[in-house]
């Protein structure tokens, strides 16, 4: 930490934050610019401490020199994780797909949405059972139901599952049913739920919140790590800004940049992120040459009759051909699929 | 609704949208303009329709021409809400301020806090017991143990208690202390707490999330009046934007378009909203000028030794000398305190 | 500025830089913390010293810890600038009001929208001549002409004029008829029309640009001040946010923090801060509230027939009504009206 | 246009809402829903009629059928706008490569680069003569003299220039030097600078404004195109956000949303969309999957001695690097290079 003194702070002054400090149990060393005294701060960043500082009127700012996720970040962790799963690896050198409807509807719906993204080339499977929706009027989900039905598909097509848990609560009961646990947007910084996915060993695909920062998702992820789950997925699926033609505004900057801060593998949803579903093709190719690991996509039968997010979700054959024309873009970045 | 079809849809493409209309219950009346036809369509406003619509490729896109909240809405409710409390109402005439700490330190901490800011004026007392916080590695609150020394301050002081919820299983443990339950920012999207608060008969203090939309707002407070509890008291507490001067961007035209839109009170944070004691009292003046219903403002005796945001808690002496100048202000709206 | 050095950065690389920084003619304070060094820049802050310290591999970041305004800010003048003008002062104890159309649209609206806010107690009359319009399809202001009606205005009614500028060649034109000149969001970065602007000695009022931080807000302030005209008024008129029922989000609390930063006086636009007629009452309170230095609205004599922003003017009646209940505010916070 | 009435409107606010638009020469065709009566409107788009009508107490809101450019919109123009230079094209199936500092420097530093970026197969050269700068205490740029030594380049290398304009008086100057004219993030609502450019015959590279909406900047190439020059290149270069990692979001997804809505072509610049030179090869990649006609990439001899945008500058050999590298990319989606 770097701590500001205000311009006019007078020896007095300083001498009053450095007690401080070393109360704290820091170390530090002056440097006297023409205008102002700032004061290197010898320890470990905490929020805790910054805060006290920057209560104090003699202080102009305190500026952090360090990141503040450890376990998540790459300085202290420099290869890159990949998680093992069954009949797919994430984070490695292949691509992993994950597909299928944005909310389950019957087990019909959900076992022709299952076959025919298989065969397109998916390995996970992606339907949920628990929906946050913004009206309470909205269809809510299928809940437990929902859960039965992905049992089904993953015993008749052998696909891996994704599904989204909604509080801390039910995380066991998902944990069984789900090979990947799915915390969306508007959990990301629901801090129960991520503490107890930190107790689980089971991969946990954390979605990024509508108006996080990257530092504050990986923070989220930290919790998670902190638990002792190491397996954490991140997912980038748009974030929240002015423009209106899009629903959201999708980051793919996120890729390269969580690629540096971070060891964990990164995929893209451009179903959410876009918004509409002819956007989704050129995205995920972007997002592909990105350098993702991953893409997350929604996959309906018959988008027309969808109970969720009908105008961003892929036909099956809008699907294949997607995958069909990924090739090329994977092989360019010398990625395997 | 209105269905805007596509440039240079025909009859035929038309006609499928009207028969699908039709099949969904609704009443159509077509209006073809020179580039497009347009369908008015009759019925109660669904997303779900709309969603179905939106992925039929002759549809361009649906408008809502009525907002999506009913119970919040002051269309069906003209009258504004009164909440009344046992020594205070909240959304009449009468202003109300909240005050206290962000997070509850220790049982001294809080009672010190708690005269003063009853002797300076505030009716209601606020503290954190479960703190939701960025990083695993901050302070996380006393909880249970933070609950009972709010007790504590409401037998000594006769102050009103308001205080966080953060899950929908501590909901009742909650109620039992508090005589406001707060619905934190990261919250305002968690559709299981809210539709437990919709089943007590206890105010709830929804804070608005750092990037929801006032008809977000609005529908999360739907939510918990569709459940029966009438007394949601709406908080605004600052937006995340571009602008890095301040933690959060205070909107405080949320005021006056919320009393338009709604028949909810409406408070404000000041506090949060610019994460600057420095700017509290400027913003505490705007927002009674604005017409808000209150105000809820962190008070710590000693910001530079408080756990959690101190640089934005005013000392008990500033929060006095603020209730003074207030006065006036109220006075020149109309408002008594 | 201090400068961050990379983990992992060893002797020979923070050599490497300090060299560089004595190059520069910048004095040099290490310190050693326990992942990173982090050097402590003695000499004026300079921009391009800091992106040629980014691009050595070994800096991580460099942290600016003094404001790059200084002829704009407040620590090198401490009092507050208040600008006199023959009928009225900007930025002393009383409040200034301007008000008028959007757009000139001819000699009779304009004489008549001059009259009645006169009457209501404006002393500075508002009203585009030249008009940055989104579509070319809009009408794009009477130019020359409507610098001849509202020269007719003062002569008729005394009232100071204030009028936009658009680009630095027709400064002169606007200056001879103007007694403020405005500089419009659009435009607020334009560096040509803003060194023009330096080189006159008449009041210049600064619009923020839609998306402009603070800081950059005062850094356009400092082009004019550099150039050598210090009558400078900072006008507030709302941001660029997600939130899409009001046009712009109004941001008061660049009230207070402006006031901390820099001597200028403020005044807020509710009218485009906003959007909406019925929205500019409670936000002109509460700009009053906030510390504002006055007001700038928009007043048609008929809005159903203006041709250019109607939704957000309010009628005579409607500005003398507001202007009458503004007197209660301003006195609860010292000013005079 | 819909003109939505407000809930409770009568016959008689309906009929004077009809009557005001049959005045203003429009079709109507009325629609009586449950809670609200519609009113289609049939006749040209006009923002000003708009505005009329949301100025009227009876109307709740009126909302566009169709997009307000014409001349920018694919509806009326379906086949790709592609614009042939004397060595190149844009727009068509061959990529197009932009690179050059961010700043001319000198004569040395200008042909170094020039030859450099010219071996690793840009076909055009980009230098920034003029410079629009946040501080007045920063390197303005070498102006007249940056143009001839773009001249330079040209005679020696053969390269194509493309270099920004900052007025609508330099127009001509800049037309002289530069094959292709830019208008920066700054200046793209300058709309004395549009129409200037709408009269000249080479084409403009119209940047996105930091917080421009799709259909801002789509109606500022409107400006251009109205005036009745057809060759105008999109560049999206990064929105603002909350976010502060990079220095602005790139907004991808403007690519495919663009080529849907607009027939004329559109490049990335992914060096002011990051900040980050780091970033740059990634999202070059994905800009080209995206399906992006071309690049604008910043490259310096000597990045930390650039005055300026050093950060985000690739050396010549980084340079090289990626385009050996967009080869299979631009393959795997179809395009030359």
Redesign the interface.
Same mark, same amino acid.
């Given at each position: 930490m770097?701590v500001?003194m205000n311009?006019g702070a007078g020896e007095d002054d300083v001498a009053r934050v450095t007690d401080?400090l070393k109360d704290m149990g820091y170390g530090v060393?002056?440097?006297?610019?023409?205008? *102002?005294t700032?004061i290197?701060?010898?320890?470990?960043r905490?929020?805790?401490a910054a805060?006290?500082l920057?209560?104090?009127p003699e202080v102009?700012?305190v500026?952090f020199?360090?990141r503040?996720f450890k376990l998540a970040g790459r300085?202290f962790h420099p290869d890159d994780t990949v998680i093992d799963l069954d009949k797919a690896s994430i984070g490695g050198n292949e691509l992993i797909f994950m597909a299928g409807p944005c909310a389950i509807e019957g087990e019909e719906q959900l076992l022709e949405a299952a076959r025919a993204v298989k065969e397109a080339g998916a390995r996970v499977f992606r339907g949920g059972a628990f929906k946050?929706?913004?009206?309470?009027?909205?269809?809510?989900g299928l809940e437990r139901e929902g859960l039965q039905y992905l049992n089904q598909v993953r015993d008749e097509t052998g696909l891996l599952i994704v599904t989204e848990v909604?509080?801390?609560?039910t995380v066991g009961e998902v944990a069984e049913c789900a090979d990947i646990i799915q915390v969306g947007a508007?959990?990301m910084?629901?801090?129960?739920l991520l *503490?107890e996915l930190g107790k689980i060993r089971k991969p946990v695909l954390l979605k990024r919140g509508?108006?996080a920062?990257?530092?504050?998702w990986l923070?989220a992820a930290?919790?998670i790590l902190?638990g002792g789950n190491y397996q954490v997925i991140l997912c980038e699926r748009g974030?929240?800004?002015?423009? @209106?033609?899009?629903r959201n505004?999708?980051?793919?900057?996120a890729? @390269?940049?969580v690629k540096?801060?971070s060891h964990l593998p990164v995929i893209i949803d451009p179903s959410h992120?876009?918004g509409h579903?002819?956007?989704v093709?050129?995205?995920s190719?972007?997002?592909?040459?990105?350098?993702a690991d991953g893409l997350m996509i929604e996959v309906h039968p018959n988008?027309?009759?969808?109970?969720?997010?009908?105008?961003q979700?892929l036909t099956p054959q809008q699907f294949r051909q997607l995958i069909n024309?990924l090739k090329?873009?994977a092989?360019?970045?010398g990625r395997l699929m």
């Open positions: 770097i500001v311009h401080k060393h002056l440097s006297s610019g023409e205008n *102002r700032i290197g701060v010898i320890g470990q905490r929020e805790e805060q006290t920057e209560a104090m102009e700012q500026v020199v360090t503040p300085e946050p929706r913004t009206s309470p009027y909205s269809f809510q909604m509080d801390q609560f508007r959990n910084q629901n801090y129960y *503490r509508l108006s920062t990257i530092e504050e923070m930290e919790y902190n974030i929240r800004t002015f423009e @209106p033609y899009t505004t999708l980051d793919l900057s890729v @390269p940049l540096q801060l992120g876009t579903s002819n956007l093709p050129a995205m190719k972007a997002a592909v040459a990105a350098g988008p027309q009759e969808a109970l969720s997010d009908g105008p979700s024309e090329g873009v092989l360019s970045v």
